[in-house]
């Protein structure tokens, strides 16, 4: 039920988020968070057990009426970048924002693996209360330090704290690497001499790493039907355009860390 609209945004939003803590998944890994997005995206059936601690949020935020400002989004990176572009991103810990994890400690969004919102800021600063799910398989309160966060998202009904903006912005390895790579479609690598049979095959392999690799027997140099398919299944699984076209988004979601 949605909290009173008399309450402030983040505290109506936090309500709702509240109200899950004990939700878990089923033996199969169904949630109706899940099952909510698939219906509300038009997706397949799969998604209701697909890892859902951004569907979850989405879930939330629209029970409160929030959506449209704390998003709608089942892929952790692309819900980050969201804010960044909209410049809602910082690293600065507040309660109602949206706090994004990297198990790896990096800072760099496409590294991001888990999604909470934060209930309190404790010790000055150092350490959040968070609400998540998806967190041993279900909706749980936590206390973490800022070690693995690699960032907040500040919904609109928060201000975006004052930061000095870096004399200039140094990219990172993944947003170096990405920026030189091709896009690579269907039928890449035919020839012989193409000079993207390379590409190709490092595609084939980081689709194995992701655990949606090709059966054997295919040319990992020629980007055909099997590597299509492939492809288009992790951009639908990582909440991309599912068109089967390596390019700025899905080379990110393929070199993401695990």
Not at 112 to 136: C, F, L, P, W, Y
Not at 235 to 245: E, I
Request: glycine share 10%; hydrophobic share 40%; with cysteine.
């Amino acid at each position: 039920m949605m909290a009173k609209t008399s309450a402030k945004p983040a505290d109506r939003l936090l309500a709702v988020v509240r109200s899950q803590l004990g939700e878990t998944e089923s033996p199969t890994g169904w949630t109706k968070y899940g099952s909510w997005w698939a219906r509300r995206h038009d997706k397949p059936a799969a998604w209701a057990v697909a890892a859902w601690c951004d569907m979850f949020l989405a879930w939330c935020a629209a029970q409160a009426g929030l959506i449209a400002v704390v998003g709608d989004h089942a892929y952790t990176p692309s819900h980050a970048q969201w804010f960044k572009n909209r410049g809602q991103w910082g690293q600065t810990p507040r309660k109602g924002a949206i706090v994004f994890f990297d198990w790896g400690g990096s800072k760099a969004i496409p590294a991001i693996d888990h999604v909470g919102i934060v209930e309190a800021v404790k010790n000055s600063g150092r350490t959040i209360v968070t609400i998540e799910g998806n967190t041993s398989n279900r909706v749980m309160r936590r206390e973490r330090t800022l070690a693995e966060v690699a960032g907040f998202g500040y919904p609109a009904y928060l201000p975006t704290p004052a930061t000095k903006p870096p004399a200039a912005l140094v990219p990172t390895w993944t947003e170096k690497i990405v920026k030189d790579l091709p896009t690579l479609r269907l039928g890449a690598g035919k020839s012989k001499t193409d000079p993207l049979r390379w590409h190709v095959k490092t595609v084939f392999y980081l689709l194995h790493a992701r655990s949606f690799g090709v059966n054997g027997g295919v040319d990992d140099t020629v980007f055909g039907e099997p590597m299509h398919d492939a492809v288009r299944a992790l951009q639908q699984a990582a909440g991309l355009k599912d068109d089967g076209v390596v390019g700025p988004k899905t080379w990110p979601a393929l070199m993401r860390v695990s």
